[in-house]
């Protein structure tokens, strides 16, 4: 990527090949691991004791974060130069994006909720609430709304 004439290594665009190839990966398994009953109302689930779309969904998860992270450094270094990018480097989500002026209160609320979301998956803080079970897959299925819409936002102000 170069910025200016000054070329930046990144690897922005592997992690969100990453996160993609498991969300495939993902749901191709959790489809393959049901079947419609019989008399078609429900399904069957079949236990995979490889755990292949769990493993895929958390992979999923995990490479969205560095992805949102990557790019928000880059997209702020970009505008804003290498200072104010190392100034504001550990903030949150939701403070980088109101630089950018990509924010809103839907999208505030989302970027909580995943932050909490990764918090629990890469500090293994799940077991401290008990009174939410989250399935991996699922969450898988609205981080990937969230980042293909964090993508819009982003294309639409490298346009602007």
Known sequence: MSTGGEFIATNVEIYLQIAE????????????????????????????????????????????????????????????????AKKVDRRDYESKLELLGLLDAVLRFKLKDFRGLRRELMHEKALFDRQNSRYAQHEARKVRTLMQELQKRFNAVGKG
């Open 21 to 84: 190839e498991a969300f495939e990966s993902m749901e191709k398994a959790f489809e393959g691991g049901r079947r419609k009953r019989a008399d078609g109302e429900g399904w069957i689930i079949t236990l995979d004791p490889t755990h292949r779309s769990f493993k895929s969904a958390i992979i999923y998860i995990t490479f969205s974060g560095m992805w949102l992270e990557a790019k928000l450094h880059l997209t702020v270094s970009q505008r804003y130069g290498k200072t104010a």
